[in-house]
C-alpha cells in the first residue's frame, strides 16, 4: 500500500530507552523518532512497514480502524517525551514540521487531520482508543498549516 497519511505519537520515555526496548521485544517500531532536540532518526526504512499503531482491534475504536492495520499506508512519527506531560521544545516542533513538509510534499499526504481514514495526518489516540498520545500540547494545527493545510 502506498504512503497516504501520518500517525503521530509520543514514545513515553526517551529516544534511547525505546530504540533498546523496540531491539529487544520486536514487537513494535516507527519510522521516524524526532528527539527533544530537534534531532530527526530514521528508524524504518518508508517502504517498509513500521509497527507504529498497533494491530488489536480493541473496544472503542472506531469501525474502520477496528477493520484496518493503521500501521499499514501511514508513516509513524514518535516524539520523544510523554503525553502525561506534555513538553514539547521549539526546537522539536520546528523539526516535527520539517519532516512532514517532507512527507507530506513526497507522497502527497494531504495536510489536514483525518481521524477515520488512511489519508492525512491522525494522532495515535485517534486510531486506538487506548492511547492518548501525541496529547493536546501537541501543535497538530502548526504543523498542518505549514504544511499547506
Not at 21 to 31: K, L, M
Not at 93 to 107: F, N, P
Not at 125 to 141: M, T
Request: glycine share 8%; charged share 20%.
Amino acid at each position: 500500500m502506498p504512503i497516504v497519511g501520518i500517525v503521530w505519537h509520543t514514545l513515553e520515555g526517551s529516544s534511547s530507552g525505546s530504540r533498546d526496548w523496540w531491539r529487544q521485544c520486536n514487537c513494535a517500531s516507527a519510522h521516524f523518532i524526532v528527539e527533544k532536540t530537534g534531532r530527526i532518526l530514521q528508524c524504518v526504512e518508508l517502504q517498509n512497514r513500521a509497527w507504529h499503531a498497533g494491530t488489536e482491534p480493541w473496544e472503542g475504536r472506531s469501525q474502520f480502524w477496528t477493520n484496518h492495520n493503521a500501521n499499514s499506508g501511514t508513516v509513524g512519527i514518535e516524539l520523544e517525551g510523554y503525553a502525561s506531560q506534555p513538553s514539547f521544545p521549539r526546537v522539536q516542533i520546528d523539526a516535527c514540521i520539517k519532516l512532514a513538509r517532507w512527507l507530506t510534499r513526497e507522497y502527497t499526504i494531504i495536510p489536514e487531520h483525518l481521524p477515520d481514514t488512511w489519508q492525512g495526518h491522525k494522532r495515535h489516540s485517534d486510531v486506538s482508543n487506548q492511547r492518548s498520545d501525541p496529547g493536546n500540547a501537541f501543535p497538530l494545527a502548526e504543523v498542518l498549516r505549514a504544511c499547506g493545510g
